[in-house]
């Protein structure tokens, strides 16, 4: 099975709020990130954790750790039109020899905000 | 910053063609990711370089892929003969360390 899973498609109205799920395998994963990516685009790092936090905020955005079940989420407070992007969520690994850092990436889950 | 620069943004091509993709990292990071977007299997890491020599690329597909990096500022992707399977989005992305991947804009491909 894949390392890092997400849902494919999340559907809210806007002005909700939206809260995309994930789930990873690593439990030696060292950081969690959310990246957006826009049509037509590269993705962009959105925000990211350390894995010793259970939290992080950052103005309409929150992101929840919990490690015991390996599941990380992104809520977006008041959604907007403009929100909507495919959101990946990403783990990494600090390798020891040589700290390389090789990111996987879970399939992305496409947010659409209609009015 | 640039940022990172990937051409051709998009490439219409027939069977059996050769492609070259090319990648301009920004300047000052030392790794470098090649990725493969396609609707059925996502995001896919292909190869990745640190310090221009490549350390893994299990996610190449096939013989029929290869990449170089000569040096640190400019990478290549090859296909050589291209397939109707491997129409896809191709990304590059660069990274300096501070746990950030930069991505270009990415090369869409058709091979018709």
């Known amino acids: 099975g894949e390392d890092v899973e997400q849902s494919l498609f999340l559907s809210v109205r806007e002005g909700d709020s939206s809260v995309i799920n994930c789930t990873y395998t690593d439990s030696s994963s060292t950081y969690l990130y959310w990246y957006k990516q826009e049509p037509g685009a590269g993705l962009q790092l959105l925000t990211y954790?350390?894995?010793?936090?259970d939290m992080k905020q950052d103005q309409r955005l929150t992101v929840l750790l919990n490690k015991k079940d390996k599941h990380l989420s992104l809520r977006i407070a008041d959604t907007q039109t403009g929100d909507s992007a495919i959101y990946f969520c990403?783990?990494?690994?600090?390798?020891?020899?040589?700290?390389?850092?090789?990111?996987?990436f879970g399939r992305g889950t496409s947010l659409i905000v209609h009015p | 910053d640039a940022g990172v620069i990937q051409s051709p943004r998009h490439e219409v091509t027939e069977m059996g063609q050769e492609v070259t993709l090319r990648c301009k990292p920004i300047s000052g990071h030392n790794s470098l990711f090649w990725y493969r977007q396609t609707m059925m299997r996502g995001l896919e890491l292909l190869i990745y370089f640190n310090n221009n020599v490549p350390i893994d690329d299990s996610g190449m597909p096939e013989d029929r892929f290869s990449a170089k990096m000569p040096n640190a500022s400019f990478s290549t992707l090859k296909i050589q003969p291209s397939e109707p399977r491997d129409s896809a989005v191709y990304f590059c992305?660069?990274?300096?360390?501070?746990?950030?991947?930069?991505f270009g804009e990415g090369s869409r491909l058709t091979v018709l």
């Open positions: 990403a783990e990494s690994i600090i390798k020891a020899s040589g700290g390389s850092y090789i990111p996987t």
């Open positions: 992305a660069s990274y300096r360390g501070t746990g950030e991947l930069f």
């Open positions: 954790i350390f894995s010793n936090m």
